[in-house]
């Protein structure tokens, strides 16, 4: 079943399927066994991660400018528990995870050659590109692609250096560079290289050979980011923009970030002036016209609504859940910390990809997609259980595997 998400994943809320099989399968497995979860680590765990994340929504509510719309995302967020249960359920022998990571590679792999179908012919399985970006798989109407290739690169990655080593890496590293980098997507290339950081400091563990292989790398990316300058007009075009941050004033910089500037300028006002518990998860579009500066391009006057979420997880969770939230969402982070330390070193080096890409969805400097959304939100806690459920594995059944 994890493995069905990730299929649906390019269709939208069509992977709410394997949400809704979740469920059910949870409460077969609760009415057979009541005291199941409870019983395991990785799913104890999970149900204390969850709590963290519905307790900010629930104290959201509060000062909701749109109750409704924050009372439903609440709600919604009821669904992530059986999620995060029946895929650690799933994943309790190592086989199991081992498998789904060679699963998540292959997948990944075949969206990378399909965006580079795209890159060079125009079309991918999902139809045409957007005019100034790569969409691939995801259609030209949706143009995530870019930033689920970075989040995913961690599984492809890894099970290439595992069986072909060092060589391996560097070709899929490359190749799942191209597509990114023509996604238009800034923050997938702020995310891919967090994962090449992460995967360089693994494979020297010493501070001057990995200053020196990153410096490789940057040179690489600068070479292959000249090329697709000159050949690609969709980069050229995001280039463009992006230099106009070296001119230096306000409004450049601002044109330079699509506009993230007024965003966040917007959404610490929302904070200040709702410093606790902000204006309701989800409800930044309705609250955001009362407090944009004159002018914002962001708000409709028709709709009455404003820009749909902050774009950096940090300001998301100040602006939409407050002081209150943020704090539920670092004792989150100190109870995963905790989870991983307790866990073997075999559990850790088995969890490692999934881990990885958890971290790139919640690495706070950087411009990020919405995580109290539908979508976004359900890649989050789909990634997070499989790294739960890595990291209980039971290490009997790992050194049984190992032969040793």
């Known amino acids: 079943m994890p493995f069905l998400l990730l299929l649906l994943v390019p269709f939208g809320r069509s992977a709410e399927l394997a949400t809704a099989v979740s469920i059910v399968a949870v409460g077969v497995l609760l009415w057979r066994s009541p ?15 969850w709590g963290c994340f519905v307790t900010a929504g629930i104290l959201s509510l509060y000062a909701a400018v749109n109750l409704q719309r924050s ?25 199991a995870v081992r498998k789904l990571f060679l699963g998540i590679a292959i997948v990944t792999a075949l969206w990378t050659l399909d965006a580079w179908m795209q890159a060079l012919t125009g079309y991918s399985i999902r139809g045409h590109a957007a005019a100034d970006r790569l969409t691939g798989i995801f259609g030209a109407g949706d143009p995530k692609i870019g ?3 970075a989040v995913l690169a961690p599984f492809l990655l890894a099970e290439l ?22 996604s238009g997507s ?3 290339w702020v995310t891919y290289g967090l994962v090449l950081l992460i995967l ?54 601002n044109t330079a970030l699509s506009g993230r500037l007024s965003i966040w300028a ?40 404003g820009a749909y979420y902050a774009h950096q997880i940090v300001l998301e969770i100040l602006s939409e859940s407050g002081v209150l939230g943020l704090l539920s969402w670092l004792l989150g982070v100190a109870v995963a910390w905790h989870g991983w330390r307790r866990a073997a070193f075999k559990r850790r080096e088995l969890a490692w990809p999934a881990g990885v890409a958890v971290l ?45």
């Open 186 to 188: 800034r923050a997938s």
């Open 35 to 49: 005291g199941l979860f409870l019983s395991n680590g990785g799913s104890r765990t999970a149900l204390l991660l």
């Open 360 to 404: 790139a969805v919640v690495f706070p400097f950087n411009t990020s997609l919405a995580v109290y959304s539908a979508w976004w939100g359900l890649i989050f806690w789909w990634l997070l259980a499989i790294w739960l459920g890595a990291l209980g594995t039971p290490v009997v059944a790992v050194e049984h595997t190992d032969g040793t």
């Open 147 to 149: 930033q689920v290739l």
């Open 266 to 305: 917007t959404s610490l006002r929302m904070f200040k002036a709702h410093p606790w518990t902000g204006v309701g998860v989800r409800g930044f579009r309705y609250a955001y016209p009362r407090y944009a500066a004159p002018g914002d391009p962001f708000v409709n006057r028709q709709t009455g609504e």
């Open 161 to 182: 250096r595992h069986r072909w080593g060092r060589i391996a890496l560097i070709v899929g590293a490359l190749l799942l560079f191209g597509p990114i980098l023509l």
């Open 71 to 95: 009372g439903d995302t609440v709600l919604a967020m009821l669904r992530y528990l059986p999620l995060a249960w029946f895929t650690v359920y799933a994943l309790r022998q190592d086989g």
């Open 200 to 253: 360089l400091w693994r494979e020297t563990r010493r501070p001057l050979q990995f200053a020196t292989w990153a410096g490789m790398v940057g040179l690489a990316a600068m070479l292959a980011m000249g090329l697709a300058w000159q050949q690609s007009p969709r980069f050229d075009t995001r280039m463009q923009r992006t230099l106009l941050v070296l001119q230096g004033n306000e409004q450049s910089l």
